[in-house]
């Protein structure tokens, strides 16, 4: 069972969340704030993070790429904003998923356990061993990438992305398979989550991001 950190000031949700989560047997964390959430990070990382937006003091986007400089754990941000602008930002920053208030508890409960499925996906790709494409190498086992030795700077879903992609080049994957591998989600047809993954992915990688190309009407393969 995991370690789960909450985020999110309004103390009834807090407390239901940790009631629920508690009762699937996980040892939970509470924070009201984004600093005390910081804290609480360093003093004793957690499997996966509940974080919501709209914080006191530091805000949940704020918090998550702090987190994200030097951690991978999964981060679902809970906003009870919808618009499409704000999901796009908060995966840019490295969130995993996002939950929108409100939101029933067998759907938190459903998201939490398609990521923790995910950290145990992490740990089987990384029996994989060293993949390299050209002066691309991406190494599972500590989760770096390079480029002619020159490390690159991931978010732990474009790492997964391209250590599935690297993993079978030439391979075409749908963006369904790509999001349930990598997210541990059911496709919903929205294949803005992947593309922006995509996009992103392709401008860090320079030059080599040509590599990975549309496959019209499929998704994506990697050119060996
Ligand atoms: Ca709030």
């Known amino acids: 069972m ?11 949700l807090n407390n239901l969340l940790r009631a629920q989560l508690e009762s699937e047997g996980h040892e939970v964390a509470q924070a009201f704030d984004g600093a005390t959430a910081l804290r609480a990070v360093e003093a004793r990382p957690p499997d996966l993070i509940i974080l919501d937006w709209m914080l006191p ?7 998550c790429r702090q987190v994200r400089q030097s951690h991978l ?11 499409e602008v704000d999901r796009v930002l ?3 920053v490295g969130a995993d998923d996002y939950l929108t208030k409100p939101f029933g508890m067998r759907e938190a409960l459903a998201r939490v356990r398609a990521l923790l499925r995910r ?14 494409l050209g002066a691309l190498r991406l190494n599972p086992t500590d989760h770096t990438v390079s480029i002619a030795d020159e490390p ?23 963006r369904d ?7 541990g989600l059911q496709s919903d047809g929205d294949d803005r989550l992947i593309d922006s993954h995509i996009m992103r992915l392709r401008k860090k990688l320079g030059d080599v991001g040509d590599r990975i190309v549309t496959v019209w009407g499929v998704g994506y393969r990697l050119t060996a």
């Open 73 to 83: 754990m999964p981060i679902m941000m809970l906003t009870a904003r919808g618009e």
């Open 57 to 63: 003091g530091k805000d949940g986007l704020t918090v």
């Open 177 to 183: 398979y790509l999001v349930e591998r990598v997210w």
């Open 152 to 174: 690159l700077d991931l978010t732990p879903r474009e790492f997964d992305v391209l250590a599935l992609l690297m993993a079978h080049p030439g391979r075409a994957f749908s």
């Open 119 to 132: 950290v145990a996906f992490d740990a089987q790709v990384g029996g994989t061993g060293v993949l390299s």
């Open 2 to 12: 995991a370690l789960i950190l909450i985020v999110e000031d309004e103390r009834d």
């Open 90 to 92: 908060g995966l840019e």
